[in-house]
């Protein structure tokens, strides 16, 4: 039973967008790896941007400066 776990900040993904990288993270294992869809997990953690860091700075820091 494959499980992967996508970690993105929080900045508005739609459910759209995440149900787009659901099919596609298990689409991906069928194809590389010949995995059953029907018992791939994919669990999709969004993370507030002050919590993820990136060069020593949060990401919140980085935007607001540009980067």
Not at 20 to 44: F, R, S
Request: proline content about 4%; cysteine-free.
């Amino acid at each position: 039973m494959p499980y992967v776990n996508i970690k993105i900040t929080r900045e508005g993904a739609t459910a759209e967008q995440k149900a787009a990288l659901i099919k596609g993270a298990t689409q991906l294992l069928v194809d590389v790896l010949g995995k059953n869809p029907n018992t791939t997990v994919v669990v999709i953690d969004e993370v507030d941007t002050d919590n993820w860091g990136i060069g020593g700075e949060p990401v919140t820091l980085r935007r607001q400066q540009g980067r």
